[in-house]
C-alpha cells in the first residue's frame, strides 16, 4: 500500500487567492511526522512545514498551514494568497519514529498559479 | 557556503563511462541521503548514511555504489549504466533519525545516460 496519496497530478488557482493542496497518508507508527516540499523547476526540494503526530494544533508558516486531521490521516497543504512563485512541484512526505532514517514521498502535485 | 551542494548539476554519460557525483553538506548533519527522482513517480530512497555509516540500501543494482568518507561528504560512483538510470539524483542530510528532523536537499544532479 501507498504510504502517501497525493491524488491532485495538477492544480491551477488564481493569483491572490487560497489553494489546498491534498495528501493522505498510511502508517501504524503512533509518531511520525508530516512534511511538505516545494520542488521548483530549478529541482532543488525546499522544505516548507512540519506536523508532528503529536501536535495539538495545526502547524503554519507565513503562508502556508497544514490542515491536520489525524482520525482522517490526511494533511492537506493549504497555501494562502497565491504569488506567481508559488507555481511548482509539490510534495507531501512522512517519517516514521520506527523506520528512523526512512522518508516516504507522494508523487506530487503541480500548482500552476495563473496572474 | 551553506545547505548542501550537489555537482555536476548536469551529467551526460555513456552506458561503458565511469563517472561520479559529489554531495557536500554544511549543516553539521549527521545523517546524508541519495534519492532518485524519476518522471511521475514518488521519490526512491537508494542510500542512507548515517554517522558516516550505511544503514539503508533499498536493493540498489550494484552499478550505483556509494561512498560516504565522513560526515560532510557522499559520492556516488556510476558505472555501466542503463538509459532507464536517467534521472533526477538528489541529495539530502537531517540531523537525526527522529521523526521531526526534515529534510535538506541540494538542487539536484540531472543525469542522462546514452
Known amino acids: 500500500a501507498q504510504k502517501i496519496t497525493q491524488t491532485q497530478p495538477g492544480m491551477f488557482v488564481q493569483e491572490k487567492e487560497a489553494v489546498t493542496l491534498d495528501c493522505t497518508y498510511d502508517?501504524?507508527?503512533?509518531?511520525?511526522?508530516l512534511f511538505w516540499y516545494k520542488q521548483p523547476s530549478s529541482g532543488e526540494m525546499i522544505f516548507l512545514i512540519y506536523q508532528g503526530s503529536y501536535d495539538q494544533q495545526n502547524a503554519t508558516e507565513g503562508r502556508y498551514s497544514l490542515n491536520f486531521q489525524k482520525a482522517r490521516k490526511s494533511a492537506n497543504l493549504v497555501i494562502s494568497a497565491s504569488q506567481l512563485g508559488d507555481s511548482a512541484m509539490y510534495f507531501c512526505a512522512m517519517r516514521e519514529e520506527l523506520t528512523g532514517n526512512q522518508f516516504y514521498f507522494g508523487t506530487g502535485t503541480s500548482l500552476t498559479v495563473i496572474p | 557556503e551553506t545547505g548542501v551542494t550537489q555537482t555536476p548539476r548536469h551529467l551526460v554519460m555513456g552506458m561503458t563511462n565511469k563517472k561520479s557525483l559529489k554531495c557536500e553538506q554544511h549543516l553539521g548533519h549527521n545523517a546524508m541521503y541519495w534519492y532518485k527522482q524519476s518522471a511521475k513517480k514518488p521519490l526512491e530512497l537508494m542510500f542512507v548514511y548515517n554517522f558516516k555509516e550505511q544503514t539503508e540500501n533499498n536493493s540498489v543494482p550494484s552499478r550505483f555504489s556509494p561512498e560516504c568518507p565522513n560526515s560532510s561528504h557522499l559520492f556516488l560512483h556510476l558505472h555501466t549504466l542503463q538509459p532507464e538510470d536517467s534521472a533526477l539524483y538528489l541529495c539530502?542530510?537531517?540531523?537525526?533519525?527522529?521523526?521531526?528532523?526534515?529534510?535538506?536537499f541540494g538542487e539536484g544532479s540531472r543525469l542522462t545516460v546514452l
Open positions: 539530502a542530510s537531517s540531523q537525526d533519525s527522529l521523526a521531526s528532523g526534515e529534510l535538506f
Open positions: 502508517t501504524s507508527d503512533p509518531s511520525y511526522g
